[in-house]
């Protein structure tokens, strides 16, 4: 299926976990937050919260900034 | 009295005691490594990030901003740069929340206008209301309007920091009168935040009785922003000295400052 993330569409398997997307994109040890369609998934629910086709999936983290 | 700044004057904000009243941003500087000198110079204790999409395995070695400015010598100071209007600011924070594991403390500032960078007050009002009432410590950029800065603290926010000019314009205060009264009718602390240019400005706002001043591009746009941070971190502590000390009132004429009495010829 397709999801959109940070703004770039990106091929994934069906149901993928969020737990397993941010293993795929090796963010493990950083500091980041997900949102999905707007909505902020906080991390303890990573592992239950399964993708659908379509879903915007922002992946942020702080940067320098005024 | 000498160590007054340092020692027995905390600044205060969210509970929280801080001997320097010089908040800085993180942006703009030339790397990470000048970021962290030139922060470390200024001895501010409270900067300021944003918050962005991550960079994903572009740059997988390149440190994140966290990794050297670490949330347990800094008070991080998440902020909504970028956010055009209540939605977006409100979403950035609650990111920003959990990317700082449940830290409440924001810098809400919603824009108006990309050629001004002024605040959208409306939308600043409605965005602080949200956030406040989900348990945000909210510090708020807004213009210098007394009237507004009023609105936001009786909303709940617990920093008004009114701008002195258009941010990264470097222009100075432009309207002093109207900072000392926000400064004068607020309860809370005022800060300066955007518009200093060079350390004397500092020392105006820290003179007008301001609680501290947030600056970032005066710093990371000097020549020099390892000295300039230094030269503002004293200007902060001389206007704030200057502001406990009271000045003396200005006067139209002189007033000899050697005695009359005792003239010998």
Do not use: W
């Not at chain 2, 939308?123 to 009432?133: H, S």
């Not at chain 2, 945000?136 to 002195?164: H, K, Q, S």
């Amino acid at each position: 299926m397709k999801i959109v993330l940070n703004g770039s569409s990106r091929e994934i398997a069906d149901g993928t976990l969020v737990s397993e997307l941010v293993e795929a994109l090796a963010l493990g040890g950083q500091r980041f937050a997900v949102e999905i369609n707007a909505e902020l998934i906080p991390r303890s629910r990573f592992a239950e919260h399964r993708l659908n086709p379509d879903d915007k999936v922002e992946i942020i983290q702080a940067v320098g900034g005024g | 009295m000498s160590n007054v700044t340092q020692n027995s004057d905390p600044l205060i904000i969210a509970g929280k005691e801080y001997r320097s009243r010089l908040l800085v941003g993180t942006g703009k500087y030339k790397d990470i490594d000048e970021t962290a000198s030139a922060i470390a110079a200024s001895g501010a204790e409270i900067v300021t990030v944003a918050v962005r999409r991550t960079n994903m395995g572009q740059n997988p070695g390149e440190p994140n901003i966290l990794d050297v400015l670490t949330p347990d010598r800094y008070t991080i100071l998440p902020n909504t740069a970028g956010c055009y209007d209540a939605e977006t600011a409100i979403r950035t924070c609650r990111l920003a929340r959990e990317l700082l594991d449940g830290h409440n403390l924001v810098k809400l500032e919603v824009l108006g206008d990309e050629k001004t960078l002024f605040p959208d007050v409306i939308a600043t009002l409605k965005a602080a209301e949200v956030l406040v009432k989900d348990g945000f410590d909210v510090m708020v950029y807004t213009n210098d309007d007394p009237i507004v800065a009023r609105e936001l603290e009786a909303i709940g926010c617990i920093v008004i920091m009114p701008l002195a000019a258009p941010i990264g314009s470097g222009l100075g205060i432009r309207n002093p009168l109207n900072i000392r009264t926000i400064v004068e009718n607020a309860k809370v602390p005022v800060l300066v935040d955007a518009g200093v240019g060079t350390a004397s400005d500092a020392a105006v706002a820290m003179e007008l009785g301001c609680d501290g001043v947030l600056m970032n591009t005066a710093i990371a746009a000097a020549k020099h922003p390892v000295l300039m941070a230094s030269a503002m971190r004293k200007a902060i502590e001389a206007g704030r000295e200057a502001f406990l000390a009271g000045r003396m009132p200005a006067k139209r004429f002189a007033s000899a400052s050697s005695p009359i009495e005792g003239l010998f010829f």
